[in-house]
């Protein structure tokens, strides 16, 4: 599979999970805006070029993350974001791409800073 359809799925899932949550819970608007957003981010990752930041750095990031509780607790946090998007408020698509690039790299062995296993 490749990065854009690996991402995609990811916003599916999350999509998936904001309107059975928009169903679940009809008075809250969050949840059916949530999900209209993230229709939106779909469609923005369906349209973005090949060699976008993103896609680069989804595959390298999963290619490189070699520590497994590194990895677990990676593929938690990027959860966390798609989960999220568009529940608190608009979103840019372009700013949130970014956002999982910046993650992502966060977890890469050769990051100086912070230990993320603290």
């Known amino acids: 599979?490749?990065?854009?359809e690996d991402i995609l799925m990811q916003v599916d899932g999350?999509?998936?999970?904001?309107?059975?949550?928009a169903a679940e819970y009809p008075h809250d608007e969050r949840n059916s805006k949530?999900?209209?957003?993230?229709?939106?981010?779909?469609?923005?990752?369906?349209?973005?070029?090949?060699?976008?930041?993103?896609?680069?750095?989804?595959?390298?990031?999963?290619?490189?993350?070699?520590?497994?509780?590194?990895?677990?607790?990676?593929?938690?946090?990027?959860?966390?974001?798609?989960?999220?998007?568009?529940f608190d408020g608009p979103e840019d698509p372009e700013e949130f791409c970014l956002k999982v690039s910046e993650v992502l790299t966060s977890y890469l062995p050769s990051q100086p800073g912070p230990s993320r296993t603290q």
């Open 14 to 21: 999350a999509m998936d999970y904001r309107s059975q949550k």
């Open 34 to 86: 949530s999900a209209a957003a993230l229709e939106g981010l779909r469609k923005h990752i369906e349209n973005v070029p090949s060699g976008h930041s993103l896609l680069v750095t989804w595959s390298h990031c999963w290619q490189s993350i070699g520590n497994e509780d590194e990895r677990t607790r990676a593929i938690e946090e990027i959860n966390h974001l798609f989960g999220r998007y568009g």
């Open 1 to 4: 599979m490749d990065a854009r």
